[in-house]
């Protein structure tokens, strides 16, 4: 391979190059980029560097500071990348043609005004590639996050699991670096899940110790005949304090509430949906079946009074199967499906052969990319068909 400098085109071979590919100088831009490869170019195309296509809004985020990458994902994980708020997947993208690395490179209109007195720049390529990194926006997956949290349930102060210590704790930067999720999407998770950071550590509550500082506050709104509109941190934290930890008796308010100020001070709108679907969840989680119509009879009463059940309350949570006669309902968690699309609708299909659209939504809403309907995944994934008047659906797949 020649060097650089031998290799260096006067503006005579340039115009001879032009002429024998049959241009008109006449019709390009006057600036010439005479490219040769420079020593270190065999080292640069042996996967040293990689290529990246990044979409405008984040390349100029990138580009003013104001965010960073991180590639997440353990060995037996395909890697995603992740902004601040956003997951990708990578994907390798093949291209037919040679694509360069030039150092300084600069394009027609950033040569504007900077043209060499011959118009012609000679540089030296420093490496190349056949392929590049195409990010693709996915959905954050965040099973991972549930089953280490439910490692190590949170009992309350005095719990077993807290005396013998040999249990998994995880700080943030702990689950970052295991969960393929943007810090953002994270965070909003450990909302959804009713996680609470206790000694620097996240922890789910255990089921039953979240009933019981649930039954604490309703009794309490009970006894002192507030509105469950208007509920008092204050007096809560008072009330409550000698029972159990105050930083308990609020974590409870905020998952079974919405916190508002109020003359300087801080009261609790509880949500009556929320408190009915916890109280059919500790109904249910003992037994395989329920007969519908007496769990609908316990349920009423198992909640404050006041307060209305409803079988919309339970969506994602229980399923009713009302083929079987009497009708019953039994816990279906869509937490515990599985994450992948087509293994999602595998484990749907393998519990039920032909499901309503009204029943089969709730588990697999969260499913749904930017702008995806339930709609257009039973499209795809399902066959329809009309039975009785109502359209249900099957796999489209032979499930076993």
């Known amino acids: 391979m020649s060097s650089p400098l031998a290799s260096r085109r006067t503006r005579e071979e340039v115009d001879a190059t032009l002429q024998v590919a049959k241009l008109n100088a006449a019709e390009l831009l006057p600036t010439v980029h005479c490219l040769s490869f420079g020593p270190g170019t065999g080292g640069a195309a042996t996967g040293d560097f990689c290529l990246l296509e990044l979409e405008p809004a984040l390349c100029q985020q990138l580009e003013a500071g104001d965010s960073s990458f991180v590639i997440r994902g353990d060995k037996d994980e395909q890697a995603v990348l992740c902004s601040k708020d956003k ?89 970052l670096n295991q969960i393929q999720a943007s810090e953002e999407e994270m965070m909003a998770q450990l909302q959804v899940l009713n996680a609470c950071e206790i000694g620097g550590y996240w922890r789910i509550l255990e089921f039953d110790y979240e009933i019981k500082l649930l039954n604490h506050v309703t009794q309490l709104v009970d006894s002192e005949s507030w509105s469950f509109n208007k ?45 009915c679907r ?30 209305t059940t409803q079988l919309d309350q339970l969506k994602g949570l229980a399923l ?9 309902i039994f816990l279906l968690k869509v937490d515990d499906l599985p994450e992948g699309t087509q293994e999602r609708f595998n484990s749907l299909f393998t519990l039920r052969e032909k499901w309503t659209e009204e029943d089969i ?35 489209r797949r032979l499930i076993s």
Not at 237 to 250: S, V
Request: aromatic share 8%; with cysteine; hydrophobic share 30%.
């Open 87 to 175: 997951t990708y997947d990578l994907k390798i993208a093949d291209t037919s043609n040679m694509l360069l690395f030039i150092p300084g490179c600069k394009t027609p209109d950033q040569l504007k005004g900077e043209e060499t007195p011959s118009d012609i720049i000679h540089t030296e390529i420093f490496g190349f590639s056949n392929n590049y990194w195409e990010l693709r926006r996915c959905r954050p997956k965040l099973k991972k996050l549930k089953r280490l949290l439910m490692e190590n349930t949170y009992e309350g102060p005095g719990g077993q699991k807290e005396e013998d210590g040999s249990c998994s704790k995880y700080t943030t930067e702990d689950l």
């Open 320 to 328: 009713v199967d009302r083929n079987s006669r009497p009708e019953i």
């Open 278 to 307: 916890a109280t059919a969840e500790m109904l249910l989680q003992n037994a395989v079946k329920f007969n519908l119509a007496e769990f609908q009879e316990v349920w009423q009463q198992s909640v404050p009074e006041g307060m």
């Open 231 to 275: 509920v008092p941190l204050t007096v809560c934290l008072q009330e409550l304090g000698p029972l159990e930890p105050e930083e308990m008796i609020e974590h409870c308010l905020k998952c079974y509430g919405r916190k508002y100020v109020d003359k300087d001070e801080v009261y609790f709108e509880l949500n009556a949906d929320k408190i």
């Open 361 to 395: 939504a709730p588990y697999i809403q969260d499913l749904c990319g930017e702008k995806q309907t339930t709609g257009a995944l039973l499209t795809k994934y399902c066959r329809s068909s009309m039975q009785n008047g109502v359209k249900v659906y099957n796999s």
